[in-house]
T-cell receptor, first 114, second 110 residues
Framework: GEDVEQSLFLSVREGDSSVINCTYT??????LYWYKQEPGAGLQLLTY?????DMKQDQRLTVLLNKKDKHLSLRIADTQTGDSAIYFC??????????????FGTGTKLQVIP | DAGVTQSPTHLIKTRGQQVTLRCSPK?????VSWYQQALGQGPQFIFQ???????QRGNFPDRFSGHQFPNYSSELNVNALLLGDSALYLC?????????FGPGTRLTVT
């Protein structure tokens, strides 16, 4: 079945860049997503990338995709204390019924030190 | 645009009871998915509705059922509640690539 893995924790200093990594197993992935979740809240869609792209930039966020190694990363430039949250990687791939389902990783907790 | 809305925000139920959670999708979205997020875990896919039919289902027992209405809103029903059903239940609506989540319903089973 599909599997998405992330490291559990990342600590960075305010102003530095953060890089959160993710690996996935589903070779039928069409889209890959990054979501942000703050305590007690739902998931906020940050950005997503189509599987035939290798990079996408959106303001402070840069997504890199290595489809061969099934590796996805999210770089946050000039990390701020407001970026402290849990970041989820997710992939949309084809399920056995022919429809597409989204599978999430367990999340990476980003701690930004002032 | 209000985005995805869910009700209620919090709910406390007793083992064996039944619960109904509600979701209104983002304007223009026709597909609704439900997820269960246990504490410290990523969201787990329960099922997805499109055109009022359950299109696919994750590894959840039949105690979990749902419905989608003609206006695309959706309900999640859980029967015979267990302590292990305590979690944050998230609704997501989607159209093509984009999937947006609601704030969730926190269900506590005592």
């Amino acid at each position: 079945g599909e599997d998405v893995e992330q490291s559990l924790f990342l600590s960075v200093r305010e102003g530095d860049s953060s890089v959160i990594n993710c690996t996935y197993t589903d070779s039928s992935s069409t889209y890959l997503y990054w979501y942000k979740q703050e305590p007690g809240a739902g998931l906020q869609l940050l950005t997503y990338i189509f599987s035939n792209m290798d990079m996408k930039q959106d303001q402070r966020l840069t997504v890199l995709l290595n489809k061969k190694d099934k590796h996805l990363s999210l770089r946050i430039a000039d990390t701020q204390t407001g970026d402290s949250a849990i970041y989820f990687c997710a992939e949309k791939g084809e399920s056995s019924g022919g429809y597409q389902k989204v599978t999430f990783g367990t999340g990476t907790k980003l701690q930004v030190i002032p | 645009d209000a985005g995805v809305t869910q009700s209620p925000t919090h709910l406390i139920k007793t083992r064996g009871q039944q619960v109904t959670l509600r979701c209104s999708p983002k304007s223009g979205h026709d597909t609704v998915s439900w997820y269960q997020q246990a504490l410290g875990q990523g969201p787990q896919f329960i099922f997805q509705y499109y055109e009022e039919e359950e299109r696919q289902r994750g590894n959840f027992p039949d105690r979990f059922s749902g419905h989608q209405f003609p206006n695309y809103s959706s309900e999640l029903n859980v029967n015979a509640l267990l302590l292990g059903d305590s979690a944050l239940y998230l609704c997501a609506s989607s159209h093509r690539a984009e999937q947006y989540f609601g704030p969730g319903t926190r269900l506590t089973v005592t």
